[in-house]
């Protein structure tokens, strides 16, 4: 399954908002129901940090900033009030069908 | 808290083989699955191979089968992938990470680079 990332550049004003696309070319809902996609933070020098799973949920600790959203084969992460911790790279990775498979990345810097 | 620590990366030539070890703390780590993903700057992010609680499963992408085996050790609360046939496309850092009941990885290591030159 190939999963492709827009844009693979975002420059953002500190404070204001940010989205992301992600789509897959098949759809990511699993024949037990549940959609498995993901995103994914790299901070500069970092390993990723996984900040959503199944879509929408947020992992312990994200900042309620953070939402995803979507279905079936589209998908987007948006940040609301940026701020300059969240430069980095934003990885989307399906779960649903092997293998497991990432995005090429959406690059956040600040304008 | 979890840690996830990789150990055995290097510069090795065409052809030869290496094995990477992940030392795992702060959970149980023989009732999760486990997993390898590599990081190049070219191809992006790889998933490379998982294995179920007990070592009895295990699965690995195409572009390394043959040549790389995933496998643990309870007992020692550790990961392994074994590499051989090593060739420059398998340059990379690679990463253990813990798997979750969401077919995903919610713990990552901090990675070792793995440099396949002559």
């Known amino acids: 399954v190939v999963v492709t990332q827009s844009p693979l550049s975002l420059p953002v004003t500190l404070g204001q908002s940010a989205s992301m696309s992600c789509r897959s070319s098949?759809?990511?809902?699993?024949?037990?129901?549940?959609?498995?996609l993901n995103w994914f933070q790299q901070r500069p020098g970092q390993s990723p940090r996984r900040l959503i799973y199944?879509?929408?949920h947020r992992d312990s600790g994200v900042p309620d900033r953070f939402s995803g959203s979507g279905s079936g084969t589209d998908f987007t992460l948006k940040i609301s009030r940026v701020e300059a911790e969240d430069v980095g790279i934003y990885y989307c990775?399906?779960?649903?069908?092997?293998?497991?498979?990432f995005g090429q990345g959406t690059k956040v810097e600040i304008k | 808290e979890v840690q996830l620590v990789e150990s055995g990366g290097g510069l090795v030539q065409p052809g030869e083989s290496l094995r990477l070890s992940c030392a795992a703390s702060?959970?149980?780590?023989?009732?999760?699955?486990m997993s390898w993903v590599r990081q190049t700057p070219g191809k992006g992010l790889e998933w490379v191979a998982n294995?179920?609680?007990?070592?009895?499963?295990?699965d690995h992408v195409d572009s390394v089968k043959g040549r790389f085996t995933i496998s643990r050790d309870n007992a020692k609360n550790s990961l392994y992938l074994q590499m051989s046939s090593l060739s420059v496309d398998d340059t990379a850092v690679y990463y253990c990470?813990?798997?979750?009941?969401?077919?995903?990885?919610?713990?990552w290591g901090q990675g070792t680079l793995v440099t396949v030159s002559s």
């Open positions: 990470a813990r798997e979750d009941s969401v077919n995903s990885c919610d713990y």
């Open positions: 294995i179920n609680r007990d070592g009895s499963a295990k």
């Open positions: 990775m399906q779960g649903t069908h092997w293998p497991r498979t």
């Open positions: 199944e879509v929408s």
């Open positions: 702060g959970f149980t780590f023989s009732t999760y699955w």
């Open positions: 098949q759809s990511l809902v699993h024949s037990d129901g549940n959609t498995y």
